[in-house]
């Protein structure tokens, strides 16, 4: 049975990921190979985006393309091997179609508090809450490690947003989610400019650091960070 969203729940993978008569699309392929070694009736791609700046959440989608929507995906790759304007071309034809996904965040209090690997599983399982249910699915995960605590068969890719259709459509709605969400926070805590560097710790964040202290996006268990909060006072 496949649904009008294009889940198969049947047990059974849908033929079309065995249509040998489809042309040829590397990453578009990469999953159908999978499903196929898998027997799996549906691949749900997770990436992430902000794992290693100073300020701002972790960022996490999980993604499935339904199996006809594939093909016109071919452009379709690896978010930092995207234009801005090219990621924000795909975010739009990927949220404004069939093509089902989840968001999770993972805040800078939480990055803190569990370190950044953990935090980032966290919004992983956050973001694959909607698929955890889909009988004979399995995750893929970007990366050497599959996500602590998500329910659902996993299978770790790495270079996957560089192979893998579903992983790579992942890493460009997170990744511009992210970046959005950067430049609201902007608004929010002026004088950092986080809207151009998105909180990685470029010269001119460092020296805004220095000048104006951490704010509460802030990662403090970063070591650039906390040593700033630490530094000794210049004496009078």
């Not at 290693?52 to 999980?62: E, K």
């Not at 968001?103 to 935090?119: C, H, K, R, Y």
Request: contains cysteine; glycine residues 8%; aromatic residues 8%.
């Amino acid at each position: 049975m496949l649904l009008a969203n294009g889940l198969s729940l049947s047990g059974t993978p849908s033929n079309y990921w065995y249509n040998n008569n489809m042309q040829t699309l590397p990453l578009f392929d990469f999953d159908k190979t999978q499903a196929r070694n898998l027997e799996a009736t549906s691949l749900i791609g997770i990436d992430e985006a902000g794992r290693g700046p100073l300020a701002g959440p972790v960022v996490a989608c999980a993604c499935y393309i339904p199996d006809e929507l594939g093909p016109s995906f071919a452009d379709v790759n690896d978010s930092k091997k995207l234009t801005a304007a090219k990621r924000n071309e795909l975010f739009e034809r990927l949220t404004h179609s069939e093509v089902l996904y989840g968001v999770g965040f993972a805040t800078a209090a939480e990055i803190d508090q569990l370190n950044i690997l953990q935090a980032t599983f966290l919004a992983m399982r956050r973001a694959a809450q909607k698929f955890v249910k889909i009988p004979q699915a399995v995750a893929l995960i970007d990366g050497p490690y599959t996500a602590a605590g998500l329910e659902m068969r996993q299978q770790a890719v790495v270079d996957g947003d560089a192979k893998s259709l579903v992983i790579a459509a992942a890493s460009i709605i997170a990744k511009v989610t992210r970046d959005r969400y950067m430049a609201e926070l902007d608004k929010i805590y002026p004088g950092y400019n986080f809207a151009g560097h998105k909180g990685y710790g470029t010269p001119k964040h460092m020296q805004a650091l220095k000048a104006l202290g951490p704010c509460k996006e802030h990662r403090t268990s970063f070591a650039p960070v906390r040593n700033i909060l630490h530094a000794p006072a210049l004496p009078l």
